[in-house]
């Protein structure tokens, strides 16, 4: 698996959703690992090392991958209601 492309990943993912009758969103994960999914302040010094996140701004923290896996999740929701408005 770890040949594969994150294109091949995707369609892979969109297949078997589509197969499954599970709906797929797709976000920009542009900052989602230097995001605080408590507070949304952005910056570089908020993920001192690879697998720590501390947010300079409201002092929230969590391990990194967890935070980014929230911004995502946040931002899967906000694309959902968006999509689905009206
Ligand atoms: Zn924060």
Not at 58 to 70: I, K, L, S, T, Y
Request: hydrophobic letters at 40%; aromatic letters at 8%; proline letters at 2%.
């Amino acid at each position: 698996m770890h040949s594969w492309s994150f294109h091949q990943l995707g369609s892979f993912i969109a297949c078997k959703a589509r197969q499954a009758g599970i709906a797929l969103i797709h976000v920009d994960p542009a900052y989602t690992s230097r995001q605080c999914s408590a507070c949304g302040h952005t910056d570089r010094a908020n993920r001192p090392e690879q697998a720590v996140f501390s947010c300079t701004s409201c002092g929230f923290a969590e391990h990194a991958d967890v935070n980014a896996a929230r911004n995502i999740a946040a931002r899967g929701v906000a694309g959902w209601a968006v999509s689905h408005a009206a």
